[in-house]
């Protein structure tokens, strides 16, 4: 009884902790400024020259072009920058209906490579009566690459870290922030303050006008979910569908940024937590932790940090390592667990896995854009005092992956306050309107109760915020839900093709199980944060 009460005062502890502080952290957080009501003139319209696609695969019927859109929009007719576009012709070309926009996840996927990649993930129907298009947004790979560390500055530190933070770990990430912002005003300055969403959106309304478009149909997923919205908001009666997979809850993430992170934190723990109960109820297909995974994930993490596994390209895959690799793979869902299982088994044997492969290259060039965009597009609180405070206590209430991730150097969505809260541009490019998107045509916003990236809390809240939204729920785990259910997809291709919207309250709960050994399917390959895909459906 006495380790029971003792467990759950220390649960009040970590929980209440991360309430308090953010209550704080909404009261001090920054509010949006007004918008200015400033005539400017409008950006010339790009002219779009279609060819061959040079880094493009033969024979795949895409066709690429550049467009010059405005760097500031401040100054429309000023200073332009290049966006690559791709774009593959509706097969029906007599019963075309219009263009399909494809926005990946990030920020710092690229759309182009997202286009190419999901296009035969998509049914007759909407690649007969579509255009298919996708864009890398500015600041992302061909669209002019955003360079804060470099590989040798993020290698340093992404192999240093651990996945037990010792004494000294939060001080060293403020630290780590305060070098990154510097670095991107030092290397992208000229750049970075564009690349917030308030100018994509703008950038995706010239790309309409540039291929001849009165309206846009438009699929978002997870980051790409907060582009439609800001979109919509700008341009609502530009849309002529719009689904938001995976979606954000704009205000909470652009405005009250603590809390936002927050829910990811615990979203993030509450899925792998869910995985490794199925562990310890399913030993045998999951292969790790002989019935108690919990405290086997806690002890590897521990042992890889001790003694840290050097990988084929020579540098050593730590618990933080681990932890970075799981946070994306998680996403997966339920069909990846028992592969999940058997890499932590061999991780415990420290022998090389694919949930053991350190950032690359083009993991930093992700990750740069990342941080930056969400620098760009959200405004802390100022006061390191509570910048620690609230760290600390966000990376105490995820236990499993909140230390190393919360704590570690600047990457992913969840440790972008020490940066932001140091981040040393200006936002012109930060969105500050309402939300409402009034007078657009219905929205379908798309979420995933098990979500382990964007809370299924904020699909509610999304759909709640737009005058027109309609949220479809995917009883499921797993990061964004279309064609990871059947259900969810026909509904989804119904309304883009037809206009036709789900009932309300419509609950989609088709996610089949976990394969019971991994013998009946195909091995899934580690899910890599720099390459987003609609998968195909199954």
């Known amino acids: 009884m006495r380790n029971r009460t003792a467990a759950h005062r220390r649960r009040r502890v970590v929980w209440g902790m991360p309430l308090v502080l953010i209550a704080v952290t909404a009261l001090l957080g920054a509010t949006p400024g007004a918008a200015t009501a400033t005539a400017l ?23 690429c072009a550049t467009a010059q859109v405005p760097l500031d929009y401040r100054e429309p007719t000023g200073r332009t920058i290049p966006l690559a576009v791709t774009r593959r012709l509706a097969a029906d070309r007599a019963h075309r209906t219009g263009v399909l926009v494809l926005h990946p996840g990030g920020p710092g996927n690229s759309g182009v490579d997202f286009a190419r990649n999901s296009y035969d993930a998509l049914p007759a129907a909407l690649r007969d009566g579509f255009d298919v298009v996708g864009y890398d947004m ?42 990154f912002a510097n670095a991107c005003k030092e290397r992208s300055g ?97 292969g790790f932790g002989d019935g108690k995974p919990r405290q086997a994930f806690e002890e590897l993490k521990r042992s890889l940090d001790a003694d840290p596994v050097i990988t084929a390209g020579g540098r050593p895959a730590t618990g933080y390592t681990l932890a970075y690799r799981l946070m994306f793979n998680i996403n997966s869902g339920k069909e990846i667990w028992p592969e999940l299982g058997q890499a932590l088994r061999t991780a415990q044997a420290h022998q090389t896995t694919w949930l053991l492969n350190p950032p690359s290259p083009a993991s930093f060039d992700f990750l740069n854009v990342n941080m930056a965009v969400e620098c760009a597009d959200r405004v802390y609180p100022t006061s390191r005092l509570l910048l620690g405070a609230v760290v600390s ?47 657009s045509a ?14 299924y809390q904020d699909a509610v809240a999304l759909a709640g915020t737009l005058d027109n ?34 009932a309300r309250g419509t609950v989609c709960a088709d996610e089949p199980p976990p394969p019971s050994s991994l013998a ?12 987003d895909v609609i998968p195909t459906l199954r």
């Not at 061959?52 to 024979?59: E, L, M, V």
């Not at 308030?198 to 149909?217: F, H, M, P, V, Y």
């Not at 219905?442 to 809370?455: M, Q």
């Not at 009946?520 to 390459?531: I, S, W």
């Open 41 to 63: 003139a409008a950006p010339p319209v790009p002219a779009l020259s279609w060819a061959p696609c040079a880094d493009g695969t033969p024979g795949d019927g895409f066709e």
């Open 138 to 179: 500015r600041g992302v790979k061909r669209s002019g690459q955003v360079e804060c560390w470099n590989d040798k500055e993020y290698s340093a530190a992404v192999d240093a870290a651990r996945g037990v933070p010792g004494p000294g770990a939060l001080q060293v990430a403020v630290r780590q922030g305060q070098e």
């Open 190 to 286: 000229d750049l970075v303050p564009f690349i917030g969403t308030a100018s994509n959106a703008k950038d995706l309304d010239l790309l309409r006008q540039a291929l001849g478009e009165e309206t846009l149909t438009f699929y978002g997923r997870s980051f790409g979910s907060y582009v439609g919205t800001v979109y919509a908001a700008q341009f609502p009666r530009r849309v002529r569908a719009m689904v938001l997979d995976g979606a954000y809850d704009p205000r909470h993430y652009s405005d009250v940024p603590y809390a936002y992170d927050a829910g990811q934190y615990i979203a993030l723990d509450a899925a792998v937590g869910r995985f490794l109960d199925w562990c310890a109820q399913n030993a045998t297909a999951c």
């Open 393 to 439: 206590a966000e990376a105490a209430s995820a236990p499993l992956l909140g230390p190393p991730i919360g704590l570690g150097p600047p990457t992913y969505d969840h440790n972008h306050a020490p940066t932001c809260a140091q981040w040393p541009a200006e936002r012109p490019s930060r969105f500050e309107g309402s939300y409402r998107a009034a007078g």
């Open 442 to 455: 219905p929205i379908l916003v798309l979420g995933t109760t098990g979500d382990p990236d964007t809370p």
């Open 469 to 502: 939204g309609r949220l479809l729920t995917f009883a499921g785990e797993g990061h964004t839900g279309y064609n990871r259910s059947q259900c969810v997809s026909a509904l989804v291709n119904a309304y883009l093709a037809d206009l036709t919207l789900p």
């Open 520 to 531: 009946r399917r195909a091995p899934v390959t580690g899910v890599d944060e720099t390459r």
